[in-house]
């Protein structure tokens, strides 16, 4: 068996760093700006990875039907591709107060979910039901929506979004609750931003 010289390494560890660069995020994949559909008040961002375009596609007339602005971030084709990307999109389209509400989709929806909830003021929720849906809303004012595309069909998933959109936060005692969890989150924050 042969090593690798020092100088191979270095090479491999250029082309790595490279390839890296090129995958970084700086623009979402589809432009929302040509891709925003809709006239209502409230924007809704949506973005899903190759294995919810059809759902998402379905989810997208029928937030439009509802009466709500959606921008769609893709992506568009069932090419494989990382859900981070995309829920990181939706998650900071929210957190900086751009869209009113954001929905990922990804085959399970537990990836999307794990990564919009690292972006700061975002309180993601995976939903499979209308009991979830409902909770997530009136209990714990989930502001990012996840659903798994392999596990719920259309008419589910339209229940569940529209649950969802129309479920008021309960306030109360779930807000000092929702405030507990945002502190914990301010907690971890580097230099408090």
Excluded at 129 to 139: G, I, L, M, V
Excluded at 152 to 162: D, P, W
Aim: glycine share 10%; proline share 2%.
């Amino acid at each position: 068996m042969s090593s690798i010289s020092d100088a191979e390494i270095q090479e491999i560890v250029q082309r790595v760093l490279q390839r890296n660069q090129q995958t970084e995020i700086s623009q979402p994949v589809d432009d929302p700006a040509v891709n925003e559909t809709g006239k209502g008040d409230r924007k809704v961002a949506i973005a899903n990875d190759h294995g919810g375009v059809d759902l998402k596609n379905m989810l997208k007339a029928y937030l439009v039907e509802l009466g709500y602005r959606v921008v769609d971030f893709g992506t568009s084709d069932t090419k494989s591709v990382d859900y981070p990307d995309y829920a990181y999109m939706v998650a900071e389209m929210v957190s900086e107060g751009k869209a009113w509400r954001g929905i990922v989709i990804d085959g399970a929806g537990i990836g999307s979910c794990m990564a919009a909830n690292k972006v700061p003021g975002v309180r993601a929720a995976m939903c499979y039901d209308y009991a979830t849906a409902f909770n997530s809303r009136e209990h714990n004012n989930a502001n990012v929506l996840s659903l798994g595309a392999g596990l719920i069909g259309n008419s589910l998933a339209k229940q569940i979004v529209k649950t969802w959109l129309e479920t008021e936060f309960g306030g109360g005692r779930h807000a000092r609750r929702v405030d507990k969890i945002m502190a914990i989150e301010q907690k971890f924050m580097k230099n408090g931003d």
